[in-house]
Nanobody, 114 residues
């Protein structure tokens, strides 16, 4: 079965960095677009970034452009999100997702606070 397991969240000070990791299993990772979303209680789910199968095509949400970098390692079936220059408004639960079939990980909490 399809599984997506995120890790790497935590508490970081404003201006700091974190790298999120999503390990995929149960499907051919290299055959699918992958995405990172985030959701904060009381707010709508927000697309953070998405990446094509080979990594050639990448899109970012406006709020993270220039600060976050999505990447993937198809040999390791792993998706990454490098987050730099973190702000308090980046505090959220971050989810790895495979849009085809609507598969989601359990989420990892990122808290940006001094």
């Amino acid at each position: 079965q399809v599984q997506l397991v995120e890790s790497g969240g935590g508490l970081v000070q404003p201006g700091g960095s974190l790298t999120l990791t999503c390990v995929a299993s149960g499907f051919t990772f290299s055959s699918y677009f992958m995405t990172w979303y985030r959701q904060t209680p009381g707010k709508t789910r927000e697309l953070v970034a998405r990446i094509s199968m080979t990594g050639e095509n990448i899109d970012y949400g406006d709020s993270v452009k220039g600060r976050f970098t999505i990447s993937r390692d198809n040999a390791k079936s792993t998706l990454y999100l490098q987050m730099n220059s973190l702000r308090s408004e980046d505090t959220s639960v971050y989810y790895c997702s495979r849009p085809t079939g609507n598969y989601w990980g359990q989420g990892t909490q990122v808290t940006v606070s001094s």
